[in-house]
Every structure is written in structure tokens, then in C-alpha cells.
């Protein structure tokens, strides 16, 4: 599975932005995608997520009514709309896929297997 992620950039805060995550290969393996973000410092941290099992969306407590994950047709292609960012949104994020973790493991970034790039978010005050 190879991820590659994109729609990160500049914006003030109180603004949007959209992440695209596209996904190829054996997309049909996949059990999970979500999307981590991390600041310098500080350990890569889970945002939001979906696993298909159980048709379950997950959010960090911290982004709550702020983004949203959304999914296109199939397993290719998964979004973060982020509302409402703040300067402690500004992070390096990056999509993630696994086959085979199972439901309570989804907000731990060791359990993922594939990793896109990572996309700059940077939140001005």
C-alpha cells in the first residue's frame, strides 16, 4: 500500500484547510486509515481515523467539532477538513494505513504499517 498525502499549507488562525490522503495498491487490505499529526518536540500524536471492520470514525479529543474525516469510494482516498485551526494545530501530518490492527490499537501510530509523506500544516496567529 503506498499513501501519498496532500493540501497542506499556510493559514491564519480561526481558518480551514482540507487534506487529501490518496491510497493505491492493495487498498483492499486495509483494515484502518487515519491521519497523525506531529509538532517538533513532541511525539507523533493521533488526530482522526477510520476503521472499516466496524465502521467506526475516531477523533482526537483535542480536534472534536473542529475536523472531520471523510472517506471517497472504496479504501482510495480518505479527507481531514480542519475548521477552526489554532497555532497548536501546526504540525507535520501525515496519513497512515494498517491490514491488521485491530479496533483499540487504532490511536497508536507503532501499530501502523503504511505512511504517506507527511504534509506541512503551519497555523499563524
Known amino acids: 500500500v503506498q499513501l501519498q498525502a496532500s493540501g497542506g499549507g499556510l493559514v491564519q488562525s480561526g481558518g480551514s484547510l482540507r487534506l487529501s490522503c490518496a491510497a493505491s495498491?492493495?487498498?483492499?487490505?486495509?483494515?484502518?486509515m487515519s491521519w497523525f499529526r506531529q509538532a517538533p518536540g513532541r511525539e507523533r500524536e493521533f488526530v482522526a481515523g477510520f476503521y472499516w471492520r466496524a465502521g467506526s470514525t475516531a477523533y482526537a479529543d483535542s480536534v472534536k467539532g473542529r475536523f472531520t474525516f471523510s472517506r471517497g469510494n472504496g479504501k482510495n482516498m480518505v479527507y481531514l477538513q480542519m475548521d477552526s485551526l489554532t497555532p497548536e494545530d501546526t504540525a507535520v501530518y501525515y496519513c497512515?494505513?494498517?491490514?491488521?490492527?485491530?479496533?483499540?490499537?487504532?490511536?497508536?501510530?507503532?501499530?501502523?504499517?503504511?505512511w504517506g509523506q507527511g504534509t506541512q500544516v503551519t497555523v499563524s496567529s
Open positions: 497512515a494505513a494498517d491490514a491488521n490492527l485491530i479496533l483499540s490499537s487504532m490511536k497508536d501510530f507503532r501499530q501502523y504499517d503504511y
Open positions: 495498491g492493495h487498498t483492499s487490505s486495509i483494515y484502518a
